[in-house]
């Protein structure tokens, strides 16, 4: 079971993030749950306030690190049962490693991830010095919030767990598995506005069909990721 624990001022935004499709089927299944957590509900500031005015001045806030520093210990105390090695508190930055497959590959193999959404200019340093284990980026852009981010991983590394995804659904032929591009695919109608599927495809010979796909998918790699061939992904 992955319990995957999010600390965020719009708790509101996950409502429903464990409603639909493998996600759903995931919790049903009891292979992982998703707890939201309000960052104001620890904040010790009579006005509930987890900004305040940067030192040394400059323009926008920044998120407090007691907030989150109590938020981050209280559900560490509810999950006094996990494996510390199994835990990871994660921050969700610009400025942090940016997210790969095998990066959600070893996420869906802890027992507990703590995600820390930030919001305004960013979090105090102090939160990178005291509190994350992880800092992880999405991708080189600035968003409103971290809470899209948290998505992304609650996305990406609930499907990775045992018995989420079913039988029927492989996620062992895809994209960045095998560090290649996924090979194209086609289902009915046969012809499409003149565009007949590949011969191949419909012949029954899965070793031809196997061979056709390797190529495909080596030459859209080349031709749209290059960078792919070389790295280990
Ligand atoms: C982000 C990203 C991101 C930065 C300021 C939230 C925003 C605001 N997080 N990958 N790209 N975060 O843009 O993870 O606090």
Redesign the pocket.
């Known amino acids: 079971m992955l319990k995957i624990d999010i600390i965020t001022i719009f708790p509101q935004l996950f409502t429903n993030i464990t409603d639909f499709g493998v996600i759903k089927e995931g919790k049903a299944k009891k292979l992982c749950e998703v707890n939201v957590y309000n960052l104001r509900d620890f904040t010790i500031d009579k006005h509930k306030k987890v900004d305040d005015r940067p030192y040394g001045g400059g323009t926008g806030m920044v ?1 407090a690190v007691q907030p989150i520093d109590d938020a981050v210990n209280f559900i560490k105390s509810k999950n006094k049962t996990v494996n510390k090695e199994f835990q990871k508190v994660i921050l ?3 400025q ?1 490693e940016t ?1 790969k497959q095998k990066k959600l590959k070893f996420l869906s193999t802890m027992e507990n991830i703590i995600i820390i959404c ?6 105090d340093e102090r939160v990178r010095l005291l509190v994350s284990d992880l800092e ?11 809470e899209i ?1 948290a998505m992304v991983i609650i996305d990406g590394v609930i499907r990775l767990l045992e018995g989420v995804v079913g039988k029927e659904q492989s996620i062992i032929h895809e994209s960045f598995e095998n560090n290649l591009l996924d090979f194209p695919q086609y289902t009915r109608p046969e012809i499409y506005k003149g565009i007949r599927v590949p011969e191949v495809l419909i012949s029954g010979n899965h070793k031809e069909i196997e061979k056709w796909r390797k190529e495909k998918s080596l030459e859209s790699t080349r031709e749209k990721r290059p960078d792919l061939i070389d790295k280990n992904y």
């Open positions: 998120m969700l930055s610009p942090g997210l930030g919001r305004y200019e960013g979090v992880i980026s999405i991708g080189d852009y600035i968003l409103t919030g971290g981010p």
